[in-house]
């Protein structure tokens, strides 16, 4: 169960921050086999989000995605292979059908994004790390199109945040300092912060949890607690703030109405209720321009010049002859 929470959290975590530049299919079936790509990705922006950082670089081409709770196995970086080969397969076929060549450009990469990876995984597929890429990414060889991404070993920079919150242990937890220290209008650190919530939520409401779990929701509480009492905050501002407008629109009402009555007797419903719907601006205007009033009639023609209603026009004036 933990894991499946993990790996769908991954899921919509990519999902989340690549969704308004490209195509995202996660949990795609590509073969008759129980065989599941976590993320396909198809750029359809000429550039990625520059606040993506790396996350952003590995999906500026066609990629595969494949986020990986635990750390990395040989016998797990042969099933990812084996999936990126069928996309391959696939494709090769649908180009041979539209008699066009598969255009290098098509063919995804596979990035295999693992939380730690031993010397031994790395050698055993000749990996290498590529200079202009930085430390903690192994590349295989060039025509597998292939990479790992070990999350424990990636600079911690701004360039790399995205991609080490799906790291485990001291790596998410750093990551998680960084992302608190954000400004409140990134881009995406809102939207970061919910995934986490609602794993942590998940997670909480598991029967048994282990320690990293338990470490995990510790540390996402004071977070949670204070966007919740800041979206707290904020609601009484708002309500403090929309209640002095009903109040002073009140008060305006009362003493134009007050006004009009002692000039012209008690109003009938229908008038009443069109000046309570004003605004205070004109409640302003009504109790300036009354002084020139002759009679109701005058009081009707100016509401229906400022509001416009030729509905409540008609029924004033029969309102007045009944």
Sequence with gaps: MTRFLWDKFSKDYLETFLSSSGDVKTSLDVTAETQEIDVYFRPTSPEMPPELGLLGRLAQTPCLLEPHRNPITIEGILACLSKLFTVREQLQREAHRNQQPLLAENIPRLWILTPTASQRIITAFSALNHPDWGEGIYFLAPALTTALIVLHQLPETPETLWLRLLGRGGTRTRAIDELEALSPSHPFKSACLKLLYNLSRNLQALPKRTQEERKFIMRLAPLYEQDREKAIQK????????????????????????????????????????????????????????????SQADLINWLNRETGFEDDKIIIIIDLIT
């Design 235 to 294: 609601g009484r501002i708002e309500g403090i703030q929309e209640g002095r407008i009903e109040g002073i629109q009140e008060g305006e009402f009362k003493v134009v109405l007050r006004l009009l009555n002692r000039r012209f007797g008690e109003l009938p419903p229908n008038i009443t209720e069109t000046i309570q719907k004003l605004s205070v601006e004109k409640l302003e205007d009504l109790g300036e321009a009354l002084l020139d009033f002759e």
